[in-house]
């Protein structure tokens, strides 16, 4: 069955680690995005991918990096310079196309040790 | 600034009964589309249904129906004969532009309304 996979579910850091969450789809999705849930604050946009070897910044993008080096993965790197990674992390994709939605992998829940 | 609010922090409902989910969003764009997903405990955002602006039917998918009043920029879902299974946070989103994207899209996204269903 086609879906998006993030792993690891679970993930600790130390402090002035970086550490890198996973992410693939098998739904030949064009666009990929990353996404931070907080308690009481919804879901906001750390970074988005359209296309291979191209990527945006979103509305939280400082202290992470991403890659697209292949259409089916996008990478999220949760750098040192993040001074609050505890959060849920959520990847999706989608299908280019009016009103196509996004479609979301079981996400990674990080903390710090 | 576009935003979505959802008014209703926490709500309970009796199994086979029917709730009413509020939404309202504020945006200038003409056309976009407007989702409600989904997320149980086990923390995976499940899509429930969607309305794109330029449609004035409402939604409708299974028990699941939405209420949507574009002038007022409202967008209820409404859930008949709940079920144990919907017991979620659920959440209001709709499609924003994003910078040097071209036709992409990002989600504005509300809070989340957090449903029990009750035995």
């Known amino acids: 069955d086609g879906g998006i996979t993030q792993s690891p579910k679970y993930l600790f850091r130390k402090e002035g680690q970086n550490v890198t969450l996973s992410c693939e789809q098998n739904l030949n999705h064009d666009a990929m995005y990353w996404y931070r849930q907080d308690p009481g604050q919804g879901l906001r946009l750390i970074y988005y991918?359209?296309?291979?070897?191209?990527?945006q910044k979103g509305d939280i993008a400082e202290g992470y990096s991403v890659s697209r080096e292949k259409k089916e993965s996008f990478p999220l790197t949760v750098t040192s310079a993040q001074k609050n990674p505890t959060a849920f992390y959520l990847c999706?994709?989608?299908?280019f196309g009016g009103g196509q939605p996004q479609h979301f992998g079981d996400g990674t829940r990080l903390s710090i040790l | 600034a576009q935003t979505v609010t959802q008014s209703q922090p926490e709500m309970s409902v009796q199994e086979a009964e029917t709730v009413t989910l509020s939404c309202t969003y504020d945006?200038?764009?003409?056309?976009?589309?407007l989702f409600w997903y989904k997320q149980p405990p086990s923390r995976q955002m499940i899509l429930v249904i969607r309305q794109e602006a330029y449609k004035q039917q409402n939604a409708t998918e299974n028990r699941f129906s939405v209420n949507f009043q574009k002038a007022a920029k409202s967008f209820s879902l409404k859930i008949s004969d709940s079920q144990l299974g919907d017991t979620a946070m659920y959440f209001c989103?709709?499609?924003?532009?994003?910078?040097?994207?071209?036709?992409?899209?990002?989600?504005?996204w509300g809070l989340g309304t957090s449903l029990a269903v009750n035995p």
């Open positions: 999706a994709s989608r299908r």
């Open positions: 989103a709709f499609t924003a532009p994003l910078i040097n994207a071209g036709n992409n899209r990002k989600l504005i």
């Open positions: 991918s359209q296309i291979v070897n191209d990527f």
């Open positions: 945006t200038s764009e003409s056309n976009y589309y």
